[in-house]
């Protein structure tokens, strides 16, 4: 099956920077998508971006399907950004990575 | 309805009890997914249905684990004779369709002692 990479796993930002993360696919995907987890656990999605660059805000998502990465940005980061940002690519379910566990300081 | 529900949000009960998880999908999404989610891990795929049939069972962890859809909607996952290793977050999720944007249910934590 599909194997998922996700960098870095931890992460610490003073609230207003900037950080990318990565989500690295063993083999080509049709289906890809970030999702961020809440310190309270609820999963939301946050791009379906199997190919090409989305913005929502202050972040945004480059999926490279052909080099089988994905990034997502964030920017000028707040307290609330934090908790643990997934990706899962597929052909039809979803294979996750271990995550980025983020933490904005004020 | 609105969003994923999953119930109950929390379950405790003795090794070797049986517990029935439940999912109700958004309205309409034909594609139903179960995950599990151990302290602190990742999301680990159990199940996956298309409609009332589930072409994919890969993950389930053994002949304990079963699960249903009726209906096109709602999902029940039963554990039968539960072991602590059971102990996790049961995660639901939908799609319109196979390949969609998928939504995730709140959970079920469920507890083994």
């Known amino acids: 099956g599909i194997q998922v990479e996700q960098s870095p796993p931890d992460l610490i930002l003073q609230e207003g920077a900037n950080s990318t993360l990565r989500c690295n696919f063993s083999?080509?995907?049709?289906?890809l998508q970030w999702f961020h987890q809440n310190p309270w656990g609820q999963l939301i999605n946050l791009f379906y971006i199997p190919s090409g660059t989305k913005q929502n805000g202050r972040l945004s998502a480059t999926t490279v399907a052909t080099e089988r990465y994905s990034l997502l940005y964030i920017s000028s980061s707040q307290t609330t950004d934090s908790g643990v940002y997934f990706c899962g690519g597929s052909n039809y379910k979803l294979t996750f990575g271990k995550g980025t566990l983020l933490t904005v300081n004020p | 309805g609105a969003g994923v529900s999953q119930s109950p949000s929390n379950k405790v009960t003795e090794k070797g009890k049986d517990v029935e998880l439940r999912c109700d999908p958004i309205s309409g999404h034909t594609a139903l997914y179960w995950y599990r989610q151990s302290l602190g891990q990742g999301l680990e795929f159990l199940i996956y249905?298309?409609?009332?049939?589930?072409?994919?069972k890969s993950g389930l962890p053994s002949d304990r684990f079963s699960a249903e859809r009726t209906g096109g909607s709602v999902s029940t996952l039963t554990i039968q004779r539960t072991q602590q290793e059971d102990s996790a977050v049961y995660l639901c999720a939908s799609s319109s369709t196979v390949n969609e944007k998928l939504f995730f249910g709140s959970g079920t934590q469920l507890s083994v002692l």
């Open positions: 083999d080509s995907v049709n289906n």
């Open positions: 249905f298309q409609g009332n049939s589930a072409p994919d």
